[in-house]
């Protein structure tokens, strides 16, 4: 049987060739892979664009979210070719469940004091609110275990946010339905491991945790994450 495709799908605040590592592992090993731009506008249109993306991939996906888009990969993985779900660093909302309502049961990590807000237009001239992180604080919370000349160059390439990917509640969670896989970056100053950990318990998740790894271990353990893609790759095809 032909592999699943696996579809990356990236978080806020950067974009898909933070998946580079990850992609040269999964294309040696013969899996068919695609890195989608997130467009970081909203968890339902979001959601709905990666939805847009899942009809013309042909055959099975697995879809793999890093951060933020794993609330995508949790909406838009109730379509019917995605056969598994791989949580990289990521949120693992529930049905109804925003992520400002998820973290806040847990506490805040150092990302909360280092957002910078920024405004930009909407079709009917109001303006909304996005985030960037702020560029000396990018390397210690987002990229700590990533070269620090490396790190610099993403802290000024950033992709902002918009507000409103915190507030809108996703409409399902296919984790519920589909077998799902998480990675626990241990030393997340992003999304903290431990908002992790619950996500994959909650979904019942096979888990991977790596201690010292930062929010950005897709960039320093790509094989690691590899690794677990891989697994679900077999386990679904």
Do not use: C
Not at 6 to 20: C, E, M
Not at 97 to 113: H, K, W
Not at 132 to 150: K, L, M, N, S
Not at 164 to 183: G, I, M, N
């Amino acid at each position: 049987m032909p592999h699943p495709t696996v579809v990356l799908v990236h978080g806020a605040f950067a974009d898909a060739t933070g998946w580079i590592g990850v992609i040269a592992e999964l294309r040696s090993s013969g899996i068919p892979v695609i890195a989608p731009p997130n467009p970081l506008r909203g968890l339902a249109s979001d959601a709905a664009y990666l939805a847009s993306v899942l009809t013309q991939v042909e055959g099975p996906a697995v879809l793999v979210g890093h951060a933020y888009g794993g609330a995508l990969i949790t909406v838009a993985g109730a379509a019917e070719n995605v056969v598994g779900l791989v949580y990289v660093a990521a949120y693992v909302p529930d049905e109804g469940e925003s992520l400002g309502r998820l973290q806040e049961s847990f506490p805040g990590p150092p990302l909360t004091d280092s957002l910078k807000e920024w405004t930009y237009p909407l079709h009917d001239g109001a303006q909304a609110v996005e985030v960037t992180i702020e560029e000396t604080a990018f390397p210690p919370v987002f990229a700590a275990d990533v070269p620090g000349d490396v790190a610099g160059v993403l802290a000024v390439a950033q992709r902002p946010l918009a507000t409103a990917a915190f507030t809108e509640t996703a409409s399902v969670a296919a984790w519920r339905t589909k077998p799902s896989w998480v990675l626990v970056a241990g030393a997340d100053r992003t999304i903290g491991p431990e908002v992790q950990r619950f996500g994959a318990a909650r979904a019942g998740a096979v888990v991977v945790e790596l201690p010292d790894a930062s929010h950005a271990v897709a960039l320093s353990e790509p094989r690691r994450v590899a690794d677990l893609i891989k697994a679900a790759v077999r386990a679904t095809s």
